[in-house]
């Protein structure tokens, strides 16, 4: 039986730490900006990417080495040696206290460091803490830990870019996290704590807002950006400090141990380091993401980039999938109003395209209700490839 930490108990705001990798890979898609044997400081710039992509550690470049990614790709690397000297240039100006840059300045800054949300001209900033995986609380351990200048970094944002209103969304059973921001919330007074139902649809903005709108906290038509904690702390790290991101919290869930941890490593760390960490390697197959929309992954030798935040090992004891039975339940809940067993079916017909696969948001619904046991969101997000390549 799975006997995962549940929200409510005060654990899930541990955080553990492994900062300190041998190797860091960093994924190249056009041709590296160092070589071999080249020395690199923390944030230089080794990669780019379409984007400029720093490095997380200070050392020596080893090399190119060709890894499976996450979508069990094969993917070249850029190696570099950890000398844990933690050497780093200071590359931007940045100003002591937050509250001191003017608009222009911060907005600057905060495109200079890569940070894409729109701020400027907005009715509602509202922040998230629910996690996209109903057994990850890596949002809330943040904000927990980091109550005070999180809710500092907001309130500069607010006051200096004037924005109208702001939400902090926490789910009602997360008590010891709403403890903790009431703590502080009395100095910040265009703040607001929104508690709202463990409703699972809410783990994306598009809903969580709906909900909003719905229970008249935001009103309809108004400009909204919604973002997560995460983004909020590496914001107060580049402006007060002057750093690039170069940790990600992640969060560990196994159903073999009962257990969840959260845990700070280095970006580009590699995940088998992890596994033999955590002593994690018997008899597990790898998720990434949560159980019901997470992919299987195929090798542990995954690396931890920006957009991975939760990986999910479970016993292989998958479950037995058998013929469909038309009873409808998949489009039935569908929070997308799609046809998943329609999607399946015409997986290799042109049709698909019509079937409106961009709306699906991989909540993974369809495939947990389905009686037949059928991996439907699987299939969806198969479709969604073979449309992209029809576009090619
Ligand atoms: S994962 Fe399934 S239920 Fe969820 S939006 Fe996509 S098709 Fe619909
Ligand atoms: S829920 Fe499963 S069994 Fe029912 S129609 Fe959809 S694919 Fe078929």
């Known amino acids: 039986m799975t006997t995962y930490i549940e929200s409510g108990s005060k654990n899930i705001y541990d955080i553990k730490e492994n900062l300190k990798p041998k190797f860091i890979y960093i994924p190249i898609y056009n041709n590296p900006l160092v070589k071999k044997g080249d020395y690199v400081y923390i944030n230089d710039v080794v990669v780019n990417n379409n984007i400029p992509i720093r490095s997380s550690i200070s050392g020596y470049v080893k090399g190119i080495l060709n890894l499976k990614n996450i979508n069990n790709e094969l993917e070249n690397y850029l190696v570099i040696e950890n000398d844990y000297r ?160 170069t940790e990600k919290i992640i969060s560990l869930n196994s159903n073999k141990y009962g257990s969840n941890v959260n845990i700070n490593v280095k970006l580009y760390s590699n995940l088998n380091d992890l596994i033999t960490l955590f002593n994690l390697n018997n008899d597990i197959s790898l998720i990434n993401g949560g159980t019901l929309t997470g992919s299987k992954i195929k090798s542990k030798n995954i690396i931890i980039t920006k957009d991975i935040t939760g990986i999910s090992f479970v016993k292989n004891d998958f479950k037995q999938t058998t013929k469909c039975i038309n009873c409808g339940l998949c489009s039935k809940v569908c929070p997308e109003k799609l046809h998943p067993k329609l999607i399946m079916e015409n997986i290799d017909n042109k049709c698909i395209n019509k079937m409106h696969l961009d709306k699906c948001i991989n909540c993974g619904l369809c495939s947990y209700y389905c009686p037949s046991k059928i991996e439907l969101n699987e299939y969806v997000k198969l479709a969604k490839k073979k449309i992209t390549n029809y576009e090619k």
């Open 86 to 245: 933690e050497q780093k240039r200071n590359i931007l100006k940045i100003k002591n206290d937050i509250y001191s840059y003017n608009k222009n300045e911060l907005l600057d800054l905060l495109k200079e460091y890569g940070f894409n949300l729109i701020l400027n001209d907005i009715d509602y900033l509202i922040i998230s803490t629910i996690d996209n995986n109903r057994y990850t609380f890596v949002q809330k351990a943040i904000l927990y830990n980091n109550c005070e200048i999180i809710l500092e970094t907001i309130d500069a944002l607010i006051n200096i870019i004037n924005i109208s209103k702001c939400f902090i969304i926490v789910n009602d059973r997360d008590t010891y996290l709403k403890k903790e921001i009431n703590k502080y919330l009395g100095s910040y007074l265009n703040i607001t704590l929104v508690s709202i139902p463990n409703i699972y649809l809410t783990m994306w903005n598009k809903y969580l807002n709906r909900y909003l709108i719905k229970k008249r906290i935001i009103k309809k038509n108004k400009k909204i950006t919604t973002c997560n904690v995460e983004i909020i702390n590496y914001m107060y790290r580049a402006l007060k400090f002057g750093e690039f991101a």
